[in-house]
C-alpha cells in the first residue's frame, strides 16, 4: 500500500448525506482511479483522471464526483444519489496516464475505505 | 469491450503443492494482463504482469504466470505453496492504448486462495 493513503478507514453515512473519502499519493503519479468493490463482483472503475484538472467516468460514475486540483490528490464524493454506496472504496494511482505505453504501467492502490449507511 | 474470466471462486490447495489460479481474457488487440492479490481489509498489491517478449512471467513472492495467446490465457502458478499464499487473487486486463484501451483496467471477480497444513 506504501505511497497511498486513503481516509478514513471506516465511514458511515446517514441516509441523504454527501461524504467524501480522501485518496493522496505522494509517488508523483499522473493518474489516479477510484475503485468501488463488492463481494463476488471483483472490482469496478468509478472515476479516473490521466493528468491534473482532467477525469473522465467509468463504468459506475452515477452518484459520485471527483475533482483533480492537485497531482497528489483525488477525492471522491458519494452522493445522495448514489443509492447502494455500502461497499469497499479503493484509491489507485499509475505512474504515466497518457501515451501509447502508459497501458502498461501498473497501478497502485491504498488500503481502502470501507463506507457503511446506516 | 474488454472481459476476464476468472472461472473458480475458490481453490484449494495443501501446503508445499503447486497451485495454479486460471484466468482467460477477451480484449481487442495485444492485451496488457496483470495479477494482484488481496489480504483481507486492504488494498491490492500487484505480483506481476505481461505487457510483452516471454510468455513466462515471473513476479513477487514465487510467483509466476503464462501468457497463452491462442488459448486466451493467463494462469497464475506457483510451484509450492505456502499458508500464508492464502488470500484473494484478481486478474485484470487492458487494450493498448491505440486501439481504444484507454487506461481502463477490467478486473475479473477474483479466486479465492486457501492453503492448508
Known amino acids: 500500500d506504501g505511497g497511498i493513503t486513503q481516509s478514513p478507514k471506516y465511514l458511515f453515512r446517514k441516509e441523504g448525506q454527501n461524504v467524501t473519502l480522501s485518496c493522496e499519493q505522494n509517488l508523483n503519479h499522473d493518474a489516479m482511479y477510484w475503485y468501488r468493490q463488492d463481494p463476488g463482483q471483483g472490482l469496478r472503475l468509478i472515476y479516473y483522471?490521466?493528468?491534473?484538472?482532467?477525469?473522465q467516468k467509468g463504468d459506475i460514475a452515477e452518484g459520485y464526483s471527483v475533482s483533480r486540483e492537485k497531482k497528489e490528490s483525488f477525492p471522491l464524493t458519494v452522493t445522495s444519489a448514489q443509492k447502494n454506496p455500502t461497499a469497499f472504496y479503493l484509491c489507485?494511482?499509475?505512474?504515466?496516464?497518457?501515451?501509447?505505453?502508459?497501458?502498461?504501467?501498473?497501478?497502485?492502490f491504498g488500503p481502502g475505505t470501507r463506507l457503511t449507511v446506516l | 469491450a474488454q472481459s476476464v474470466a476468472q472461472p473458480e471462486d475458490q481453490v484449494n490447495v495443501a501446503e508445499g503443492n503447486p497451485l495454479t489460479v486460471k484466468c482467460t481474457y477477451s480484449?481487442?488487440?495485444?492485451?496488457?494482463l496483470f495479477w494482484y492479490v488481496q489480504y483481507p481489509n486492504r488494498g491490492l498489491q500487484f505480483l506481476l504482469k505481461y505487457i510483452t517478449g516471454d510468455n513466462l512471467v515471473k513476479g513477487s513472492y514465487g510467483f509466476e504466470a503464462e501468457f497463452n495467446k491462442s488459448q486466451t490465457s493467463f494462469h497464475l502458478k506457483k510451484p509450492s505453496a505456502l499458508v500464508s499464499d492464502s488470500a484473494l487473487y484478481f486478474c485484470?486486463?487492458?487494450?493498448?492504448?491505440?486501439?481504444?484501451?484507454?487506461?481502463?483496467?477490467?478486473f475479473g471477480t477474483g479466486t479465492q486462495l486457501k492453503v492448508e497444513l
Open positions: 485484470a486486463v487492458r487494450a493498448p492504448i491505440l486501439t481504444g484501451g484507454g487506461n481502463k483496467l477490467t
Open positions: 480484449v481487442s488487440g495485444n492485451p496488457y
Open positions: 489507485a494511482s499509475s505512474i504515466d496516464g497518457t501515451g501509447s505505453l502508459a497501458g502498461g504501467n501498473e497501478q497502485f
Open positions: 483522471s490521466q493528468i491534473v484538472n482532467d477525469f
